[in-house]
């Protein structure tokens, strides 16, 4: 019984042999293949997880060829000129990738037709925007240019477009470098003067006081001042967040009540204290070079009356003193009054002027202007520009080239006007009386609206004014109930304030301001018209090209 048992289990046996090596190659294959699951997985994260890596390499050795340029150009203003094509490599070899970046100058828009890269022997012609497109039309990126800079990494590529731009005083509606009235224009010889709020602190009453910035004054624009800012009431800075107000700080110097930080100027803009510095020319002589070229010089004290693109001249040089039509549209634009050599030029301007000032001291280089214009044209003078009436771009006495067709509107068209006068620029506010100093009588027929002594009733000025040497000044602005608002459209820049009215929060006599940018003139500018010296190139915008580099528009 036990023999026949024996071969069963034998049996039995046999027909188990093998089910755990199959067992074991089953699950051998299933982990192999979630392994090799699992590997591909990886692998392919991998691939993507270095792409993504080189993808911000590349743009970061972009980013260093950027700042590369940045530094080669204000090292020196004129690198751009040389059509530089700098490159390097940043960081350190990983895994077989280096960083690399190439800048390469990006022809412009407005070059000559065929033009594909800058030329040493024409930089401006083939890298600078101009003011009018190729097919017409006026080039919003005038003035600018732009490079391209590549960045490399484990051969992946980004490239960067940044747009160029020096900074001048056309960007702002205005502009000082000390918010302290004119030394010259004070009584006396005040030794201290010559500084800025901070030097102080404080301004003092040998420096004239504070200018205060008041209620009723509208700066509607940017504006950059190398000084504090005296505030006192509630004036207005800046239109939207896109205008930049800069300056060092604000101050209550009247103690109007005012608490920081802008002692209650209502801030519409957007407020900076680090902006870079912007410094004047030291005087507008190149303009003379300029006129002498192609445009017009006058001798003596000149009166000009705009009417489009022709000129009512008077000058004692010119056809025996008898007014003389001009025709500007033959010249490049610029006019430049010059002072005689004999007699010399010896007038001391005080804003205390009577009556007699005007018109007298026929050597010295001054321009009497008003009227209107159709064409950009710039006015210069060696010693004062003396605003006599009403300014502003039109074809006759009764059209207005504005948004509105009346004097206040938007300018319209391309015409631009430019006044840059050495000393002062100044609005006619004449007095009777015989004054000298600010304790002076002003007389009885201040403000009359007719007659000898007539007074400027709400002015209206459009153009872009630079007192070099002095200020943009209201005439006895101290005299007379107020005669209404200034408004200015365009841009004023001057070395010290230039007082147009007084009173702490209101206006008591002269005007009240009203300021608005011309936008147009950050784009274009009156004919030659003076920028500030070493001024710093900075990049306006940049921009990510996906496309061929000259088709990367940058705005």
């Known amino acids: 019984?036990?023999?026949?048992?024996?071969?069963?289990?034998?049996?039995?046996?046999?027909g188990e042999r093998g089910f755990t090596m199959l067992l074991a190659l089953y699950v051998?294959?299933?982990?192999?293949?979630l392994l090799g699951g699992a590997y591909v997985a990886v692998l392919t994260d991998t691939h993507l997880s270095r792409n993504d890596l080189d993808q911000k390499r590349a743009y970061a050795a972009a980013q260093a060829g950027i700042e590369q340029y940045d530094?080669?150009?204000?090292?020196?203003?004129?690198?751009?000129?040389?059509?530089?094509t700098p490159g390097g490599t940043i960081g350190a070899s990983d895994s077989g990738s280096t960083e690399t970046y190439l800048d390469t100058?990006?022809?412009?828009?407005?070059?000559?037709?065929?033009?594909?890269?800058?030329?040493?022997?024409?930089?401006?012609?083939t890298m600078v925007e101009a003011g009018t497109l190729t097919?017409?039309?006026?080039?919003?990126?005038?003035?600018?240019?732009?490079i391209a800079s590549t960045g490399t990494s484990n051969n992946v590529s980004r490239t960067i477009v940044a747009q160029y731009k020096r900074d001048s005083f056309l960007n702002f509606v205005y502009y000082t470098d000390y918010e302290t009235l004119d030394p010259v224009a004070l009584p006396g010889d005040p030794t201290d003067c010559d500084r800025h709020y901070t030097d102080s602190p404080g301004r003092g009453s040998d420096c004239g006081g504070a200018i205060n910035f008041i209620s009723a004054d509208q700066i509607n624009g940017p504006l950059h001042s190398e000084d504090t800012l005296a505030i006192c009431g509630t004036p207005t800075f800046g239109r939207n967040a896109n205008d930049s107000i800069q300056a060092p700080g604000f101050a209550d110097?009247?103690?109007?009540?005012?608490?920081a930080p802008y002692y209650g100027a209502v801030m519409d803009g957007t407020y900076t204290n680090s902006a870079p510095s912007l410094t004047p020319p030291p005087t507008d002589g190149q303009m003379l070079n300029v006129a002498q070229t192609?445009?017009?010089v006058y001798t003596g004290t000149t009166t000009i009356q705009l009417t489009g693109t022709t000129a009512t001249v008077t000058n004692a040089n010119l056809n025996g003193g008898s007014p003389t039509s001009v025709n500007l549209a033959s010249t490049n634009g610029v006019i430049y009054v010059q002072s005689a050599q004999t007699p010399p030029c010896a007038e001391n301007y005080t804003p205390f002027s009577a009556n007699s000032t005007y018109g007298s001291n026929l050597g010295c280089g001054n321009v009497y202007v008003s009227g209107y214009y159709s064409m950009s044209i710039t006015i210069a003078s060696d010693n004062d520009i003396i605003v006599a009436g009403n300014l502003w771009p039109g074809t006759s006495a009764s059209n207005y080239a504005t948004s509105t067709g009346a004097l206040g509107g938007t300018p319209t068209g391309n015409a631009l006007l430019g006044l840059v006068a050495n000393n002062f620029v100044r609005v006619e506010h004449p007095v009777s009386s015989n004054r000298g100093t600010a304790s002076g009588s002003c007389g009885s027929d201040a403000n009359v609206t007719s007659g000898t002594y007539q007074t400027l009733n709400n002015p209206y000025i459009y153009a872009a004014i630079l007192a070099v040497q002095h200020s943009f000044i209201v005439d006895n602005y101290d005299c007379g109930s107020s005669p209404g608002t200034l408004t200015i459209v365009g841009a004023i820049a001057q070395l010290y304030r230039g007082p147009v009215g007084t009173g702490s929060s209101s206006v008591s006599t002269g005007y009240a301001k009203n300021y608005t940018y011309d936008d147009r003139l950050a784009y274009a500018e009156p004919p030659y018209f003076l920028n500030p010296v070493s001024v710093a190139w900075s990049v306006q915008h940049q921009t990510e090209c996906s496309a061929t580099v000259s088709a990367c528009a940058v705005p």
């Open 71 to 84: 530094y080669d150009l204000n090292q020196n203003p004129n690198y751009w000129e040389n059509c530089p």
């Open 135 to 146: 097919g017409g039309g006026t080039n919003p990126a005038a003035g600018t240019f732009r």
């Open 1 to 14: 019984m036990q023999l026949r048992a024996f071969p069963r289990r034998r049996i039995r046996a046999r």
């Open 28 to 33: 051998l294959t299933i982990t192999s293949l």
């Open 294 to 296: 192609a445009g017009t």
């Open 253 to 259: 110097e009247s103690n109007c009540g005012g608490s």
């Open 105 to 125: 100058p990006v022809v412009a828009s407005t070059a000559p037709t065929g033009t594909t890269a800058c030329s040493t022997s024409n930089p401006i012609g």
